[in-house]
């Protein structure tokens, strides 16, 4: 299997511009989460889902940020407007046991000027 | 709510030798789940270790070792014969099973392996 896989690996964007970012889990995986990382807050979940369906989506910042998972193996996370402060990494990860090992994507880098 | 700590922002070690990661963390739960991550320069988050708070044997895998001490909320990560290929941020995590799978991570701790 090719492991976690995310689009772009960068994206550079200006402010008030909208940003998707996408993601395709590990054939199988039922469980998908997307985390961001930034210097000042560290790692921090945002929202995911099990069998396409939303489960906790309290780590969203606003509502400017939307996630959607249509099918099982595709998922986007949306900025809508974009701001500096969204400028971090979002990871993607998958898994069959969430108790066990997520398996991460590579990231997405995204700067917003 | 779970807060990871980890104390050492870096840290750093030579070839062969053997280091010693530390995390704490707070918690009202008895039955839980910590883990190590490890971020090496490529970015991709990998899971090192895994350890659920309801065993008291240590967990290992290879090279890595915990040292679990549930009373005192605390997990430490030692690397043995440490490789170049060791190099990386590491975080400790924890979760509490059940309801939500949410992981909390702690800040890192960035291991630089010298030769």
């Known amino acids: 299997d090719a492991g976690v896989i995310q689009s772009p690996r960068h994206e550079v964007t200006e402010m008030g511009q909208e940003v998707t970012l996408r993601c395709k889990p590990i054939s199988g995986h039922d469980y998908l989460f997307w985390y961001r990382q930034t210097m000042m807050r560290g790692l921090e979940l945002l929202i995911y889902?099990?069998?396409?369906?939303?489960?906790?989506d309290s780590g969203m910042p606003e509502d400017r940020f939307s996630a959607k998972m249509p099918n099982a193996s595709f998922s986007t996370l949306k900025i809508q407007p974009s701001e500096p402060r969204d400028s971090a990494v979002y990871f993607c990860?998958?898994?069959?046991?969430?108790?066990?090992?997520?398996?991460f994507g590579p990231g997405t880098r995204l700067t917003v000027t | 709510a779970q807060t990871v700590t980890q104390s050492q922002p870096e840290m750093s070690v030579q070839e062969a030798e053997t280091v010693t990661l530390s995390c704490t963390y707070d918690?009202?739960?008895?039955?839980?789940?910590l883990f190590w991550y490890k971020q090496p320069p490529s970015r991709q988050m990998i899971l090192v270790i895994r350890q659920e708070a309801y065993k008291q044997q240590n967990a290992t895998e290879n090279r890595f070792s915990v040292n679990f001490q549930k009373a005192a909320k605390s997990f430490s990560l030692k690397i043995s014969d440490s490789q170049l290929g060791d190099t990386a941020m590491y975080f400790c995590?924890?979760?509490?099973?059940?309801?939500?799978?949410?992981?909390?991570f702690g800040k890192g701790t960035l291991l630089t392996v010298n030769p």
């Open positions: 995590a924890f979760m509490k099973p059940g309801s939500n799978y949410k992981l909390t």
């Open positions: 918690t009202s739960e008895s039955n839980y789940y």
């Open positions: 990860a998958s898994t069959l046991r969430p108790d066990y090992e997520q398996y």
């Open positions: 889902f099990n069998n396409n369906v939303p489960i906790d």
